[in-house]
């Protein structure tokens, strides 16, 4: 029997004691008159559309749970779409000597190497470093940004002035095809790292070689995932506005009210985790840390640069507060990071960071760096 059905049955008794009789209908409840209520009445199953009759009930259950399901996939879409906008990224003028490489996720995978300073010939004597750009960047435009942070970081704490600039561009951004994921970037960014070392190790310097990888804003995470795959192999991490995950992330992007009016479907856009507390935690506890956090940082505050900073292990960890500095202030960042008497809340300088560094690399007369 359906509690609705004998509601409505019910009430029409009642209305024929009061001389106002109701015919009976069939489906009625034996013995009363009356007709089924409005939610067990017999309806096609897939939506009201066709299909076998159900109970209304029923099938405005499954019409629900299907509007879930579409919600979550547009809510993944959309925030996909968002996390990585290919679809918005035009490649730019060809700089540097472009070659393939092979990774995990492809073959054929687009890069770009060029020294720094500007220099056609690369020679064996030069170290490793990987570094990874934004979300709305292929391969130029973070080679760009890596000429930045290299001008920088040349003789600092003993650290060389010459660079190798490595880049690529993340899966489906051009001029490399793909779906841009965790995993498919991190199989990249390996694949990159690797090369970036056989290409540079020189016999003449013996002992383990090592590479520097960093990373701005997105490319923080892609630095950590793909240091996390190279732990032994990492001579230091430089991060620029790194996320803690990429659900803290999302949660400051669209704030309170968005939070609240997305959670129903958050757990669609968490399918992906990036979790780079996760990953800068696992680094072993000899590999130096730095961290530049712009204050006025409004995609990825500072608290979450803070957060990372706490997350690692690393026995020289340096937090660096660049003041009146948004996400996309790269020359104030590069200014911190070249200024030896920076003091950050640790203690540390970027100073005492890349010496550490240099004292982790065989050699330290020539410094690359492979940027992703």
Known sequence: PCPMGRRTEEVMLSLSHMGRPSAALPGSAPGLPGELGFCCRPMPCICGCCGPKIKRWQGCGACWAIVYCVACLAAWLGHHSLIFPSWAVEAQDSQGFTFDFDSEYGRGRK??????????????????????????????????????????????????????????????????????????????????????????????????????????????????????????????????????????????????????????????????????????????????????????????PHSQHRAVFEASNAHRRVLIPVPDAGHRSWGAMATALKTPGMEDPSGSTAWQWAKDVCERLPRCGALTSAFV
């Open 111 to 300: 890069g770009v190497v060029q020294k720094q300073p500007f220099n056609d010939i690369l020679t064996t004597d030069e170290t490793p470093v990987v570094f990874f750009g934004g979300n709305g960047m292929e391969l130029y435009a973070t080679q760009d940004l890596a000429d930045i942070m290299l001008l920088s970081l040349g003789g600092l704490g003993g650290l060389p002035q010459s660079y190798a600039s490595y880049s690529t561009s993340y899966p489906g951004y051009p001029p490399n095809s793909g779906w841009p994921s965790r995993s498919s970037i991190t199989q990249d960014g390996v694949a990159l790292f690797d090369l970036a070392l056989a290409n540079m190790t020189n016999p003449a310097y013996p002992g383990l070689q090592r590479v520097i990888v960093g990373g701005w804003s997105l490319g923080c995470a892609a630095a950590l995932q793909v240091a996390s795959q190279r732990p032994e192999l990492v001579a230091g991490v430089l991060l620029l506005s790194p996320w803690s995950t990429l659900a803290e992330e999302t949660g400051a992007f669209v704030g309170g009210l968005g939070s609240v009016l997305l959670w129903p479907v958050s757990w669609a856009m968490g399918l992906d985790p990036w979790d780079s507390l996760a990953a800068v935690a696992s680094l072993p506890a000899d590999v130096p840390v730095a961290i530049l956090s712009p204050q006025d940082d409004t995609m990825i």
